[in-house]
T-cell receptor, first 117, second 112 residues
Framework: ETGVTQTPRHLVMGMTNKKSLKCEQH?????MYWYKQSAKKPLELMFV???????ENNSVPSRFSPECPNSSHLFLHLHTLQPEDSALYLC????????????????FGSGTRLTVV | DAKTTQPPSMDCAEGRAANLPCNHS???????VYWYRQIHSQGPQYIIH???NNETNEMASLIITEDRKSSTLILPHATLRDTAVYYC?????????????FGKGITLSVRP
């Protein structure tokens, strides 16, 4: 248990469905992130939230919609996905600071394995 | 745009030391070297980080060359559970270069 909890662990959805991924952290961090890891590819940073404000959106299609209602929770809303969106979606949190500490270096959840059929 | 270069894979025998190399020849003065590992289908796990001095914790040791252009992660007594993809990442603690950007990493296979 890393302190970052993602639910569900596995999700199968049709292309016309709407679903949401949830991430929760109780580490007192003020930054949260969504990453995508497709098969045999490096992790790709999708969204960055700092103090509940979205500070980065790396050209992610609009069918992925993040939400950060407070510093402990992060959601990724999914709608009309494509089969190529099947991947492991990872949430992470961090507490940026100086000098850097291990917690500055991001803590990851176990991920949600998403399959789009 | 990964700032590090790692071999794609290596293996070692259980109980022996695993030395994982990383090149980061364009590292800037305020950038740290971080190592993470990812066991199959799990989230990446922080291992260690350093600036210029060698570092050691309960998991591993990090040896950074004097010119900081390369480093080596050492797992002193590898076990089967250390089989994973290991990522060497260079990042600044704040600012535009503070994002944790992953490359392909090195796949370590520990054999019995």
């Amino acid at each position: 248990e890393t302190g970052v909890t993602q639910t569900p662990r596995h999700l199968v959805m049709g292309m016309t469905n709407k679903k949401s991924l949830k991430c929760e952290q109780h580490l007192g961090h003020n930054a949260m992130y969504w990453y995508k890891q497709s098969a045999k590819k490096p992790l790709e940073l999708m969204f960055v939230y700092s103090l509940e404000e979205r500070v980065e959106n790396n050209s992610v299609p609009s069918r992925f919609s993040p939400e950060c209602p407070n510093s402990s929770h992060l959601f990724l809303h999914l709608h009309t996905l494509q089969p190529e969106d099947s991947a492991l979606y990872l949430c992470a949190s961090s507490q940026p600071g100086w000098p850097p500490t291990p917690f500055d270096g991001y803590t990851f959840g176990s991920g949600t394995r998403l399959t789009v059929v | 745009d990964a700032k590090t270069t790692q071999p794609p894979s290596m293996d070692c025998a259980e109980g022996r030391a695993a030395n994982l190399p990383c090149n980061h020849s364009t590292i800037s003065g305020n950038e740290y070297v971080y190592w993470y590992r990812q066991i199959h289908s799990q989230g990446p796990q922080y291992i260690i980080h350093g600036l210029k001095n060698n570092e050691t914790n309960e998991m591993a040791s990090l040896i950074i060359t004097e010119d900081r252009k390369s480093s080596t992660l050492i797992l002193p007594h590898a076990t089967l559970r250390d089989t994973a993809v290991y990522y060497c990442i260079v990042r600044a603690p704040t600012g535009a270069n503070s994002k944790l950007t992953f490359g392909k990493g090195i796949t370590l296979s520990v054999r019995p």
